[in-house]
Structure formats: C-alpha cells, structure tokens
C-alpha cells in the first residue's frame, strides 16, 4: 500500500502483541517506525523493535540530532497508532502533556490524519471516571479508539481492557487510511430484537446479525464512518466500527431516533430483525400480567400471550433523520416463497416504506455455511443487483451507496 506507520508503544505487558500487529504491517507492505515510552522498554527491547521495522527505535525528544523529530515523524506518518496505550497515556494525552516523545508527537500530529488509540490496561482503570474522560475528550478532538477486549487480564482480574487481537487492530490501521471516493457516514442495524415476556423469557427470532456486521465492517474497510447499532447477543463488527446495542424493540426505536436526529448519516442500512409483535400481556391460571415483571413459575396451566402489532421502524427513518435526502437501504426475507409473491412483497415494502433499495433473501436458499444469496431491488425500477454471497452483497451496496448518496462535507 506504499503508506508510512507511526507506531507508538507504551508501558503495558500487551507489547508483545503489538510485536505482532507491527510485523504484519510490514509483512502487508506498510513503512513503519516506532516510538518506545522508558516503560514500553520494559516490555519490548529496542533490538525487537529495529529488527522487526528495519529502523531504530525512537524514545527521547532530546537525542542529539533528533530536536525536530517530533515534527519531521509527524508530517511523514500517514497514520499515528498507539498501541498499547495505558491508561497513563491516554490521560497524560488528553491533558495536552508533551514533556516526553509520544506527547509531543500528539500534539504537533497534522489533524486532517487519523490518529489511532488501541487501550490495553486493568479493567478498573479503564473504567474509572478519569480514563473514561480523557477518552471522551479524545474522541471529541477527532482521536479514534480501537474497542477494548473482554476477559482475563494479566493481572488476574476478568473485565474490560484488553489490547484488541492483532489481525483487528491491522484491520483498524488499514480501514483508516482508505480513501473512497466519498467518505459515507452510515448507520447499519442488524440482529434481532428481544420482546420480554416475564423477568426471564423473550419473544425472539433466529437472527444472528451476521450479515449486517458483515455489511459495518466491510463499509469501515472501504474508509466510511460507521455506526453498528446491534441486538445483545449478535455478531460483532471490526475494530473500526463504532458499536452500540439493543434488546426491545424500544430500546431500538430510541436508538435510531436519537441517533439520526443528532447527527448527520448519509445511509442507513436496516438489516435488523425487528418483531412484528409486541407481548401486551400474560395471562395464566386467569391472572393477568404484564410483560417483563417477576419470573412466573411453569406448572400445568397454559399461558396465554396478547401480542400487539407494532410499528415498522423503517417506515419512519427518513423522517426522523436530520439528513432529509437520507438513503435507505430495507431487508426483505422470505420463507420458500414463490417469485410472485417475492415481487408482490418488495414491491409492498418499497412503496410502503420509501427505502431507495431492498435487500431480498429467502431462507430456502441458505447454505449449510449460513451464507446466501440475495437481491438488491431499487425504488426507481431499474433492474435488479443479483449477489451470490454476502460479500458480493457487501461491494455492491457500498458501490450503490456512493453512486446515490450526497454527503455533506
């Protein structure tokens, strides 16, 4: 790719698997060289640094001949990455703090490039109120931070705050240097909505919110903003992907409200999986109780659900959204549908519901993999986008979307 790394490590015992990220950005063709914090040698010697970039490793803002370097790096990155970074640095960062290498870079960094944050620290202190300040103040000044992992920390404790896996963390550098044509904010929803019966028991669906990761993170590698907004549980998209969750379908619908009137999208892409029905009420042994309360205890009476209708959330998108020329791409699945009724029911969701392009498939023509394939329709008639697999799905939206969208900016 012929595009020059600024790789800044610091004091965490997840050096040793920003080794491994650094060697395969230079297996994948990337110039990278390293800035080490006094701490980061503590974990990575500088002998593993040279050998695996090829340059010296840089570690003091007053090396004899190095009294510009903080510029000169600076303007010769593409990208700026640091990772591990503690929690130590990230909030020395967001205090403006450039009395070592790494802050001064921060601060002389040409903003119109992207800078890259990947967290790795004890669950504790990525939680407490001042790491978790500094990253807002961060992401406020344009900082993008990579997800941090869940589980087993080094130090024992279970939680938040593992350096993410290595192939994510390339993910995440190379998305951030593509350069599409145009560079799309889109919001993608995907999985599937949970409508609680009692304190334990959901109406649900099958849905795995696959495809629509799928679609998040292949948008993210083409250099657009995404936004995820997915069910809990679902498939997760790449690092670059912004993610928040939902469980009901109104935890959903305040999602997309307060997500498309507060900021600008280009697109939307709702591949989430919304029920139909609502539990209204519970009625069993003639008591009758309302959805979500105390776990009712099973025994031979039947229970009885009153299920209400509710809304199509796609019907109402555009207009909820702050951007009125906003692109909406539908998912229609069927189950072993004739082509007649398949017409019959894209058409009744295009003209319902406005969307520019429908996403047909039908769950007879899944594979054993759980891959399939589907057709995009479009609003204004023209002939259909046929697409073997969801990576086929995935190129074809994204080459729609920038052919039809207009950002702003």
Avoid at 46 to 65: C, H, K, N, R, Y
Avoid at 88 to 94: G, S
Avoid at 137 to 155: D, H, I, N, S, Y
Avoid at 196 to 220: F, K
């Amino acid at each position: 790719m012929n595009t020059n790394i600024l790789f800044i490590l610091t004091g965490s015992i997840a050096g040793f698997k920003a080794c491994e990220v650094i060697s395969q950005l230079v297996q994948r063709g990337h110039g990278v060289r390293t800035v080490a914090t006094k701490a980061a040698l503590q974990f990575v010697g500088p002998a593993t640094l040279e050998g695996l970039t090829g340059s010296a490793v840089m570690t003091d803002l007053f090396a004899p001949g190095a009294a510009l370097e903080h510029i000169n790096l600076t303007r010769w990155a593409d990208v700026i990455i640091v990772c591990p970074a503690t929690a130590n640095t990230i909030n020395r960062l967001a205090a403006g703090l450039a009395d070592d290498l790494a802050g001064s870079l921060f601060l002389a960094h040409d903003r119109k490039k992207p800078f890259l944050i990947a967290p790795a620290m004890n669950p504790a202190m990525w939680s407490h109120p001042a790491t978790v300040a500094a990253v807002d103040r961060l992401k406020q000044w344009g900082v993008c931070f990579l997800p941090v992992g869940e589980g087993r920390t080094a130090c024992g404790e279970v939680g938040e705050g593992r350096l993410a896996e290595p192939m994510e963390i390339v993910a995440a550098v190379e998305a951030s240097l593509a350069k599409p044509v145009k560079r799309l904010r889109v919001l993608v929803t995907s999985g599937g909505t949970s409508e609680p019966i009692d304190g334990v028991r959901v109406l649900t669906n099958t849905s795995t919110g696959r495809t629509g990761a799928d679609l998040a993170s292949y948008l993210a590698r083409q250099g657009h903003e995404v936004v995820l907004l997915r069910a809990r549980p679902a498939a997760i998209a790449e690092a670059t992907v912004r993610e928040e969750t939902f469980s009901s379908f109104a935890e959903l619908a305040a999602a997309l409200k307060r997500l498309l009137s507060g900021d600008h999208f280009d697109a939307v892409v709702h591949a989430a999986a919304v029920s139909d029905f609502g539990v209204e009420a519970v009625v069993s042994a003639g008591v009758v109780h309302q959805p979500g309360g105390a776990k009712m205890e099973s025994g031979p009476e039947p229970v009885t659900l009153r299920l209400c209708a509710l809304p199509k959330l796609v019907d109402s998108l555009r207009s909820q959204s702050r951007n009125r020329q906003l692109t909406v791409v539908a998912f229609k699945l069927t189950a072993g549908a004739a082509p007649a009724a398949v017409s019959a029911a894209v058409a009744t969701l295009l003209k319902r519901s406005s969307a520019d392009f429908v996403v047909h498939n039908d769950l007879a023509d899944r594979g054993s993999g759980g891959d399939f394939p589907a057709s995009i329709y479009r609003r204004d008639g023209a002939a259909e986008v046929r697409c073997a697999t969801r990576r086929d799905l995935a190129v074809a939206l994204e080459q729609l979307l920038v052919a039809g969208a207009q950002p702003v900016g």
